[in-house]
């Protein structure tokens, strides 16, 4: 399976799958795209011998589907299976995720359906919350709402800030990730479960 990955910054979640896909894992990374030229991953993707392609959204103010016929014609000259995004901050609109059902997913720094969008450390914080982690699932047109693939979960300590609890969700990230490709890769949609 050929992966496209999406980036918009560090690509931290870019770097677990990549070091991930090696041996008998049955996908490679073909892509590495992001809507930033400046994203820390693209230089990573660079260095690393990896194809990168860089799509401005600047372009096109207020109009998503022209950005998103830039990504597809980007993308096509890589051939991916599917699309990983990892830290990629545009919306996607229903055009693009109906072409792409079934062959994209995501990672969401929260235990879904709960604190979809942003902010989701301090939302459960604010909320009292015991238990937080992070999501992979299917890309569908609702925003961070597509079936579930896998979950990592964590029990949040009392002197936890926002920042500290966005550390310890990332490394979780980084070991969720990885194994839900894996599966998603082999056509395998048995869920992930992880406790950190
Ligand atoms: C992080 O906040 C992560 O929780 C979310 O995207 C952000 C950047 O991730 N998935 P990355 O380091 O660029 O992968």
């Not at 992966?3 to 073909?30: K, Q, W, Y």
């Not at 992979?136 to 500290?164: C, K, N, R, Y």
């Amino acid at each position: 399976k050929r992966i496209a990955i999406f980036v918009s910054g560090g690509g931290s979640n870019m770097r677990a799958l990549v070091e991930d896909m090696t041996g008998d894992h049955p996908a490679r990374a073909c892509v590495v795209l992001s809507n930033n030229a400046d994203a820390g991953g693209i230089a990573w993707a660079r260095a690393r011998g990896i194809a990168t392609e860089v799509v401005d959204h600047r372009p096109f103010p207020g109009d998503r589907p022209a950005f998103e016929a830039a990504l597809n014609s980007a993308l096509d000259r890589h051939c991916p299976d599917m699309i990983c995004l990892a830290g990629f901050m545009r919306k996607l609109t229903g055009g693009f995720t109906d072409h792409w059902a079934g062959r994209m997913i995501n990672i969401h720094p929260s235990l879904l359906p709960k604190y979809k969008g942003l902010h989701t450390h301090a939302r459960a914080l604010e909320a009292g919350d015991t238990q937080h982690g992070c999501t992979v699932h299917e890309v569908t047109a609702a925003l961070d709402d597509g079936p579930i693939l896998g979950q990592a979960s964590l029990t949040i300590s009392q002197d936890d800030t926002p920042d500290t609890l966005a550390a310890r969700v990332l490394t979780l990230e980084h070991q969720l990730y990885p194994a839900v490709l894996r599966r998603f890769a082999a056509d395998d949609r048995s869920p992930v479960f992880l406790q950190g």
